[in-house]
């Protein structure tokens, strides 16, 4: 039997090899954390810190799968601490099984005590599944807990952003930019929140940091997307766009993005066979509202969830990840060439039921939702395959202004899927792909369950479109619908500004402001049959009558 001493002895041991792990992560010496880690476990047994320890560097090296195994031995040795459901739940975020995420992070909120950086981190994970006015909440508690946190005062500002408190989302974007002036991010999104928001010497302040700091792609990005804001601000729009291409040029060639591959997917998603034999799942209650990002979905999304059988969901990638999972396809991407192919040879009742049970979390028994993941307009065919009573809305709008928008949004960096939008060249081919594949849909799906409605329809005729819009979701008249503006649900989005707003026109024809930069735009779409010799837009109705 061990002696009092020689207990005491293991012990000191054991808590000097895990602070010296836990001090060689926080300075990113991995190995040396690694090997600390490992040597507790080889010499005292199984320790809960040293799996952490384990399962943190794990997610620096981009193994979230392999990060929540190691937290499930954490948390079977010491269940009542809230850092390792707190990470778990991250993970699980990470690995697109936000069912399990839900569950892991409520159980973080019940243990004790809980620390700043937890609070964080489970707010973080209520914002990327859509329960934006808790985390809110989280993040408020864990700035008041350490207010010298930059990152946690950013995270509260974005929170606030999308709850739609733009003055609480600015004191908070300020009070970031104050304790650490190099998150840029902070300082870009201030720069979103719009004129009324910002610091009249900021613009100065972020030119000089971006010419005189040390570059990075990062870097590059915030200011530069920031300072083309302001400049469009100013209707400075030569400036704007010169912003836009220094903000890109370094995260562009760092990517090397092949539109071939674009176009290999988009091929993939048109291969529909002849016939599908499927009943698919029996049920109407989602609605899915796609497109090119930027071009409205979240307008729509607004409208139809101002009716009140509609829920929003937010935007999902419930159904692409619940493909990908029964298509059993290699791989990290659930939107691939091959995944799409196998697609075709699922049980699409399995798929269409397996998409339904994954909402719950979020929609509960809702009578209707809506699912805003604009790139679902790939799996149109597919969904309707398996939930052959739901409804789909694809948003269309003016090539130029499609391609100037996804040219001058700042996509999250980390989604790979957005990679053409940091060339206006790759641009213009992904937006005549997708315009391609419309055609397939227009032709090969159902009149009544795929719609296309077009955005400048939507300013010019509010109410007649809303009601066609309503009609085809099989929802009846709500005035509530034309006032979408005005509801409290939490924005997500790069819209969360302006779908507070009543209907505006002003981002009508603004790619004429850019006229002269996007004259290579113009002359590929005319190539590609989306505009005529006149430079005006075929549009999808015009197109489909000529057929007929």
């Known amino acids: ?22 001090n060689a992560l926080a300075q990113r010496r991995f190995e040396d954390a690694h090997r600390n880690a490992m040597q507790v476990l080889q010499t005292q047994g199984p320790e809960a810190e040293a799996f952490f320890v384990l399962a943190l560097i794990a997610v620096e090296h981009g193994n979230a799968g392999k990060a929540a195994e190691i937290l499930d031995r954490a948390i079977a040795l010491t269940p009542g601490d809230a850092r390792f459901h707190a990470h778990r739940a991250r993970c699980l975020l990470v690995i697109n099984r936000q069912d399990l995420a839900w569950p892991a992070a409520r159980q973080a909120m019940k243990c004790g005590p809980i620390d700043a950086l937890t609070f964080d981190t489970v707010g973080v994970v209520l914002t990327r599944l859509g329960a934006h006015e808790e985390a809110v909440q989280l993040f408020e508690t864990a700035v008041s807990q350490n207010p010298k946190d930059a990152n946690f005062y950013y995270n509260l500002g974005a929170s606030r952003q999308f709850s739609g408190e733009f003055e609480g989302a600015a004191k908070a974007y300020k009070r970031a930019i104050e304790i650490d002036p190099s998150l840029y991010k902070a300082s870009s999104a201030l720069v979103s929140l719009g004129r009324d928001y910002g610091d009249p010497a900021l613009e100065a302040k972020l ?35 010169q912003w836009l291409k220094k903000a890109k040029a370094l995260k562009s060639r760092e990517l090397g993005h092949d539109p071939e591959q674009d176009r290999k997917v988009f091929a993939a998603a048109a291969r529909v066979p002849k016939s599908v034999r499927s009943r698919g799942h029996d049920t109407d209650r989602p609605i899915f509202v796609v497109g090119m990002p930027r071009t409205g979905t979240t307008l729509v999304d607004r409208i139809l969830g101002a009716h009140g059988d509609v829920e929003m969901a937010g935007e999902l990638s419930n159904f692409s990840i619940q493909m990908k999972r029964l298509a059993g396809t290699p791989g990290g991407f659930v939107m691939d060439a091959p995944t ?40 149109a065919g597919h969904i309707l395959a398996a ?52 055609r397939v849909w227009r032709e090969r799906l159902p009149a009544d ?77 005319q190539e590609g049959g989306v505009l005529d010799a006149d430079g005006q837009w075929l549009r999808p109705r015009a197109a489909a009558a000529q057929r007929t």
């Open 1 to 22: 039997m061990l002696q009092y001493g020689a207990i005491a002895t293991m012990n000191d041991l054991k808590s000097r090899l895990i602070d010296s792990a836990r």
């Open 207 to 241: 030119e000089q940091a971006f010419e005189s700091g040390t570059p990075s792609a990062e870097r590059d990005l915030h200011l530069g997307h920031a300072l083309a804001k302001l400049c469009e601000d100013r209707k400075d729009y030569p400036a704007a766009m």
């Open 340 to 379: 799409l192919e196998q697609g075709w040879n699922l049980d699409f009742s399995a798929l269409g039921k397996a998409y339904e049970d994954s909402t719950r979390n979020l929609v509960g028994e809702a009578r209707r939702f809506t699912d805003k993941m604009p790139l679902n307009f790939m799996f």
């Open 387 to 438: 939930l052959p009573n739901a409804r789909i809305v694809c948003l269309r709008r003016h090539p130029l202004d499609t391609c100037l928008s996804n040219f001058r949004q700042l996509f999250a960096t980390s989604f790979s899927y957005y990679n053409y939008a940091y060339s206006l060249e790759h641009t213009a081919r992904y937006y005549l792909e997708f315009d391609r594949l419309m």
């Open 449 to 525: 369950s795929f719609m296309e409605i077009v955005y400048e329809d939507i300013i010019a005729d509010q109410e007649g479109e809303t009601r066609r819009l309503l009609s085809h979701c099989g929802l009846d008249w709500q005035d509530a619908c034309l006032d979408f503006h005005q509801q409290d649900a939490a924005v997500a989005t790069a819209s969360s500004v302006q779908v507070r707003q009543p209907l505006y026109s002003s981002s009508v024809g603004r790619w004429k402001h850019y006229r002269e930069a996007l004259l290579p735009v113009i002359a590929r779409l």
